[in-house]
């Protein structure tokens, strides 16, 4: 409404301001009728005026916010408006002559651009922003992290204590779940895991299983409380990786009290401080 009532006001801005009949028998060809742009006063003041104030309330809308000295725009849109009515106004009455259509058309603009103006800021129906807001990204839940592959700053690790789905070098592969067969490692053959006794069977001689032998080793996946270092397997004091929390290892040979641990990268080292471990 603002912008289509600023239009028809520098449309009449072009029309005769004043109106008169010829008289019967007299040559009026040479007679001009002056419009807007021959009074610089009223053209500013009302036309000009009008169109300013529209264009303010327009780019106000479009761009919350902009202000000019601490005002915002579209209250300086709305004073403009309101300013080219009251000229309006009181120009067509003061006028000695009949009013033109460029008059008669520029007051009526101004009625309804003055009324847009202020009425723009009650009118609920007519708050709406003049170009949509943008729409805000939908949050992840709770925890979600972006997809990604192992050693990719934002895959998901397993849970601590977990034995998620993978294969082998992968945290939680199928190599290190009981009962399965165990791939090889460095030219090493898999040795069989070791059998479990079922709930509700009697164990042989009614003696309970003993542990089994160091030859009978079958490696596992585990995981470490607390960060813990992992030693070279020539004895070197010098750490060569560190074990962290929540992430799963791989157990291929009992070194004495020690693991020789297996990382996702393929270093192996001994793992000389076992207590607290959580097999996988």
Same mark, same amino acid.
Do not use: C, M
């Given at each position: 409404m603002v912008i289509g009532a600023a239009v #028809?006001?520098?449309?009449?801005?072009?029309?005769?301001?004043?109106?008169?009949?010829c008289p019967t028998g007299v040559d009026c060809s040479?007679?001009?009728?002056?419009?807007?742009?021959?009074?610089?006063?009223l053209l500013m003041s009302m036309f000009l005026s009008g169109v300013i104030g529209a264009a303010l309330i327009v780019v106000g809308r479009a761009m919350p916010g902009r202000k000019v000295a601490g005002?915002?725009?579209g209250q300086f849109g709305v004073a403009f408006c309101i300013f080219a009515l009251w000229t309006a106004f009181w120009t067509i009455i003061d006028m000695d002559a009949d009013a033109g259509a460029g008059m008669i058309l520029g007051l009526l603009s101004?009625?309804?651009?003055?009324?847009?103006?202020?009425?723009?800021?009650?009118?609920?129906?007519?708050?709406?922003p003049l170009v949509g807001a943008p729409r805000p990204q939908q949050p992840q839940p709770y925890g979600g992290q972006p997809q990604g592959g192992y050693g990719y700053p934002g895959a998901q690790q397993p849970p601590y204590g977990a034995q998620p789905e993978g294969?082998?070098?992968?945290?939680?592969?199928?190599?290190?779940?009981?009962?399965?067969?165990?791939?090889?490692?460095?030219?090493?053959?898999?040795?069989?895991?070791?059998?479990?006794?079922?709930p509700g069977q009697p164990s042989q001689g009614g003696q309970g299983q003993q542990a089994a032998p160091a030859s009978d080793f079958s490696p596992f996946w585990f995981a470490v409380p607390?960060?813990?270092?992992?030693?070279?397997?020539?004895?070197?004091?010098?750490?060569?990786?560190?074990?962290?929390?929540?992430?799963?290892?791989?157990? #291929?040979?009992?070194?004495?009290?020690?693991?020789?641990?297996?990382?996702?990268?393929g270093r192996r080292g001994v793992l000389q401080d076992t207590t607290g471990i959580q097999r996988g």
């Open positions: #028809v006001l520098f449309i009449a801005s072009f029309l005769g301001l004043t109106s008169f009949e040479g007679f001009d009728k002056s419009n807007a742009w021959d009074s610089l006063g005002i915002d725009l101004t009625i309804v651009l003055a009324a847009a103006a202020v009425a723009a800021p009650l009118v609920p129906a007519l708050k709406a294969g082998y070098g992968y945290p939680g592969g199928q190599a290190g779940q009981p009962g399965q067969p165990q791939p090889s490692h460095a030219g090493q053959p898999a040795p069989q895991a070791q059998a479990q006794p079922q607390v960060a813990r270092p992992l030693y070279a397997e020539d004895g070197s004091p010098t750490p060569i990786a560190e074990l962290a929390p929540g992430t799963w290892y791989l157990a #291929v040979e009992q070194r004495g009290q020690g693991l020789v641990a297996q990382t996702q990268d």
